[in-house]
């Protein structure tokens, strides 16, 4: 058995849904994941906005188009009358719960349910579909076993034990259908694994079951060797090691969230990345390959702050560091890069929310500067490989031209880090791609 997980866009329209529904046919007794239709969370955090500021009109009018558009989705999906009809109904009820919302006190446990309604309706949607359509679907409601423990982690033993039963209970279903992203919380309350989190949902429910192999379609075949989007001629990378995955969703790469890779690696499942254009296009497989002495990917990470803080008696001052550490830790501020000298240290941040309580807190240690608008350049690959001790030197001289303002090097065999200004990302960018892959390639 392996996990399908669609996305946003591979379901974002009638036809695709109906083309999906195809590859998922084809492919055999499986369960799916789906997202929402694209465009339709971020409506409903929309929706939640207007609730909040207690802009009920605002609230309706958005209800009332995203009942429009889907009632569109409905007319143009499925041939049947009768269908439409059920379908039709059973979405009203998700848009009663909604309009219900704009009477009542609004709070975050509200806001939860209504970022749930993406997924309950896309569902919806795809069962009426496989119905349609003589596939013998059933829908196993993720808000009856996907939940989080007290700390806010997914509690892997509650997953697995009501997944199972629940699957147990189905032995005809010729295709599982499931929602992504949301969950419960400990205390039952209608929670989700925060944005993008159908990857992570993926990747949960292929480690309790134990399956074959955890499939991500997208739209495009796989992970590049750069963001096709702002970088010429990138080709997408056959395989890629479980580390160096997850340096390349951490670092920007869109394709996959990065707490999908987690429990795949855990469990050692490998995660294929395939296109739903494309379906025979090989993709990505990520898994526990041996180290093959490569460079795989550029990613970059937007948005990000580099801090300085000088101090005249690093080395010496011993505790400097943890006193630096400490303040971020305090503000619950993750640091992403660092770079140390005998006289200061710099790391980079992409939460400012504290920035200016931080940067307050460290001048009693030291002379404090901060940069803003930067970008961290990440390389991935086998980096430290005895094979080709020239990486290095290569993604330097790539960037010869362009003001670096740090270098992070051997904390892991996986990545290269480079911090530079945001205005030179794309020229960056595309002379990485150039310097690493299409030289080496040809
Ligand atoms: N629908 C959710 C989002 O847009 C989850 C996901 O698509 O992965 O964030
Ligand atoms: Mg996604």
Redesign the pocket.
């Known amino acids: 058995m392996k996990v399908l997980k669609f ?2 866009t591979s379901v974002g329209s009638p036809e695709r849904i109906r083309h999906v529904a195809n590859l998922i046919r084809q492919s055999g007794r499986n369960i799916v994941v789906l ?2 239709m ?1 465009g ?3 409506t409903l955090v929309e929706i939640a906005d207007y609730l909040y500021k207690r802009n009920i009109p605002g609230a309706q009018d958005t209800i009332n188009q995203l009942r429009a558009k889907y009632q569109g989705v409905v007319d143009e999906l499925y041939s049947s009358d009768d269908t439409k009809a059920r379908i039709s109904d059973k979405l009203e009820r998700t848009f009663q719960v909604l309009t219900h919302f704009t009477n009542c006190e609004f709070t975050a446990a509200e806001e939860k349910e209504i ?1 749930a309604c ?2 309950l309706i896309s569902t919806t949607l795809m069962q009426g579909y496989f119905e349609e359509i003589g596939v013998r679907s059933v829908l196993i409601p993720a808000l009856e076993y996907m939940r989080t423990g007290e700390g806010g982690e997914p509690d892997m033993k509650y997953i697995s034990t009501r997944l199972n039963r629940l699957l147990a209970l189905e032995p005809d279903a010729e295709v599982w259908l499931t929602q ?2 949301i969950c419960r919380n400990a205390y039952g309350e209608i929670d ?10 993926a990747s949960l429910i292929g480690a309790v079951l134990n399956v074959e192999e955890i499939q991500i379609w997208t739209d495009i075949d796989g992970m590049h060797t750069g963001d096709p989007r702002i970088v010429q001629h990138t080709r997408p990378v056959k395989q890629l090691h479980f580390e160096e995955a997850a340096e390349l969703a951490y670092f920007g790469a869109k394709i996959l ?1 990065p707490t999908c890779v987690l429990p795949a690696k855990l469990h050692n499942i490998p995660v294929r990345l395939l296109n739903t254009l494309d379906p025979e296009a090989q993709g990505t497989v990520i898994a526990n390959f041996p180290p093959d002495g490569t460079i795989k990917a550029v990613a970059a990470k937007d948005n990000i702050t580099a801090i300085k803080i000088k101090s005249g008696r690093m080395l010496l001052a011993y505790g400097f560091l943890h006193k630096v550490f400490e303040t971020f830790n305090r503000f619950n501020t993750a640091i992403d890069m660092m770079a140390t000298s005998e006289v200061g240290v710099s790391v980079t941040i992409d939460n400012t929310q504290h920035l200016a309580a931080i940067v307050d807190e460290l001048k009693h240690f030291g002379t404090v500067s901060v940069d803003s608008d930067m970008v961290i350049v990440c390389i991935v690959g086998n980096i430290n490989s005895d094979s080709n001790s020239r990486f290095c030197a290569q993604a330097v001289e790539a960037l010869e031209d362009i003001p670096v303002r740090m270098i992070s090097y051997g904390g892991s065999n996986y990545n290269i880090s480079m911090l530079i200004r945001a205005c030179d990302k794309q020229r960056a960018l595309n002379k990485l791609n150039e310097h690493l892959f299409e030289q080496n390639h040809g």
């Not at 989700?192 to 949902?201: T, V």
């Open positions: 996305g946003g997202s929402a694209s339709t969370t971020n970022l993406g997924e992504g992203y989700n694994l925060r944005r993008g989190g159908s990857d992570y949902s969230h």
